[in-house]
């Protein structure tokens, strides 16, 4: 039985890409990949501008589509067209609306519109994600606290991942419950710039703070990233429970 195919844009590491997998998804990533983030990205993917690779998938152009590659070079490329993928999801690049970069938020584009814009277009199946303060239209809120997503630290200590994300779509979305936030349990996180003094994030500054890259893969409930895809990445387990509801949908419109 043939499973529906799932388009990645933004892919990076594959975070978002193993929640949908799991979810009953094959899927396949565009990125402008950096060497090590397409060796690690499980699945078949393009390293390519994600607007000049959404105009190559077009069926009304030349090239009438595009080869999705596997990360094993032994494995024959698939060529594609936009109307193959029963769904389109996208994360683009969170930089312009992080608080995490507040002072340099307008050095970097706005991509959010483009990709509404060209998902519109395409007029299938389709979600955005990013981080709170994005500019996204009556989004679904995910936390770790809906999942229980925990971990031990080296020493012993029990932690908690919070790690809001807000996702967009044109089928209504819910989410599992509400957030838990436990303050008798120190919050953690993964991100790049962050000190790693627990007793200070918990006591001084009482927010979160970031374990060893074990810890934080724990957390994320990631095992093949790099540290710096950590960083940037969606727990799988969001994309699977929204993946879930993609199927459903998919599987009702198909009755």
Not at 57 to 84: C, I, K, Q, T
Request: one cysteine or more.
């Amino acid at each position: 039985v043939s499973r529906p195919k799932l388009l990645d844009l933004f892919c990076c590491e594959g975070g978002a890409s193993m929640g949908y997998h799991r979810a009953g998804f094959d899927v396949y990533g565009i990125d402008l990949f950096a060497d090590y983030s397409r060796k690690r990205y499980p699945f078949p993917a393009r390293a390519l501008d994600v607007f000049h690779a959404l105009r190559l998938l077009r069926p009304d152009h030349l090239g009438r589509g595009l080869v999705f590659y596997a990360a094993e070079p032994s494995v024959r490329g698939e060529m594609l067209l936009l109307s193959d993928f029963d769904a389109v999801v996208a994360s683009p690049p969170c930089q312009r609306y992080s608080i995490t970069n507040a002072a340099r938020q307008a050095d970097y584009p706005d991509l959010i519109g483009p990709t509404r814009e060209a998902l519109q277009e395409w007029g299938g199946l389709y979600v955005i994600e990013n981080v709170k303060g994005a500019p996204l239209e009556n989004p679904l809120t995910l936390c770790g606290s809906m999942f229980g997503l925990s971990a031990t630290d080296e020493d012993g200590t029990p932690l908690r991942m919070e790690r809001h994300r807000l996702f967009e779509s044109n089928v209504h979305l819910f989410a599992p419950g509400p957030c838990i936030h436990d303050k008798a349990i120190q919050v953690a996180g993964s991100y790049g710039g962050a000190r790693r003094d627990k007793d200070e994030a918990r006591n001084v500054r009482r927010g979160g703070y970031v374990p060893s890259a074990r810890v934080q893969a724990e957390l994320l409930g990631i095992d093949w990233m790099t540290q710096k895809g950590m960083h940037q990445s969606i727990p799988p387990v969001y994309t699977e429970f929204i993946g879930r509801q993609l199927m459903a949908h998919i599987e009702r419109e198909a009755a």
